[in-house]
């Protein structure tokens, strides 16, 4: 296919060839430079990602070996096996730290575009701005070490189960919620029930206070009831991206959720969790990682839907 985009900001780009993917609804385009010698600037990411002129996704990635870019250098010197670079943008084109389905559909690219070869049960490893990670391919997608999460304000956390409150169109009261790093910002709303789940319109941007340093995510999150079934948690939930708007699905904010929904059931709640969004179902696992810090495991699906070549 050739995506019909006119916009003259990306006359450079013509001729580029692109995927266009997504991980249970979370959608991206992607693009191959391995040198790094394509320059995409924010305007250019948000005119690609424009769903009515452009090719249309929540964000890009660019695939470019970590030796040539700036970051992925400085991540080589950690971990010389992560040849790889996810140069992750949101849809408006500002950086984005990590992003949790985009690890996914990046390794998946990477795999259908035969730069990387992983057979099911081997690990990859690569570079992103939230730092480095592992992902194991799986017979039904891919499992993702996201990295430890911690609280942005762990005091306020801690002490009084909450650390910010959130308004949001559609509920009738500010609520008050728990701001979580996944190597980027979140912020977690518990809900009653799934009609309230419902009748928030995240059309506009929540209200955070306060705001972590940099903006943040917002997901609301509904537990199930009873919230355990042979041993698994489960969560319904929707997000808020910075940058971007609501989205089908979240990987990070997925992680978020039930990292806050975990802590608020106390030391009785389990490791295992699902997470519904509207795209579909990811997994979350929490485990000891290196250093006693407590790491995230994220798993789920990955398609690449088509490809073609910038107009």
């Given amino acids: 296919m050739t995506a019909l985009t006119h916009a003259p900001t990306l006359s450079t780009l013509s001729g580029l060839p692109f995927s266009k993917g997504h991980g249970t609804g979370n959608d991206f385009v992607l693009v191959a430079d391995p040198e790094g010698v394509h320059h995409i600037g924010p305007e250019q990411v948000a005119a690609l990602c424009d769903r009515h002129r452009g090719i249309g996704a929540d964000g890009l990635i660019r695939a470019v070996r ?3 870019l700036p970051e992925g250098a400085a991540l080589l010197a950690q971990e010389p ?10 849809g408006d084109g500002s950086l984005s730290e990590m992003c949790g389905n985009g690890v996914r559909v990046f390794v998946h690219f990477l795999i259908e575009q035969g730069l990387v070869a992983l057979a099911p049960g081997e690990t990859l490893t690569i570079g992103t701005r939230g730092g480095v990670k592992k992902i194991v391919r799986t017979a039904e997608g891919y499992a993702v070490d996201m990295g430890p999460w911690e609280f942005i304000f762990p005091a306020a956390a801690r002490e009084r189960g909450m650390d910010s409150l959130v308004t949001a169109r559609g509920l009738d009261v500010p609520r008050p919620a728990v701001s979580i790093s996944m190597g980027n910002p979140h912020t977690v709303v518990a809900l009653a029930h799934a009609g309230e789940l419902a009748e928030t319109d995240l059309a506009h941007a929540p209200v955070v206070d306060p705001v972590p340093a940099h903006g943040t995510n917002v997901e609301f999150a509904v537990p199930s009831d009873p919230l355990v079934h042979n041993g698994v948690a489960e969560i319904t939930m929707r997000v808020h991206e910075r940058g971007v708007g609501e989205t089908l699905s979240c990987g990070t904010g997925a992680c978020a959720a039930a990292a806050a929904t975990r802590f608020w059931a106390g030391d009785t709640a389990p490791n295992d969790w699902r997470v ?4 579909g179902v990811v997994g979350v696992k929490f485990f000891p990682g290196a250093g006693g810090a407590e790491h995230v495991e994220l798993s789920g699906p990955a398609v690449i839907v088509a490809s073609g070549a910038i107009a």
């Avoid at 519904?276 to 795209?279: A, F």
Wanted: charged residues 30%; without cysteine; hydrophobic residues 35%.
């Fill in 66 to 68: 970590s030796k040539d």
């Fill in 81 to 90: 096996a992560a040849e790889w670079f996810m140069d992750y943008r949101n």
């Fill in 276 to 279: 519904n969004v509207p795209g």
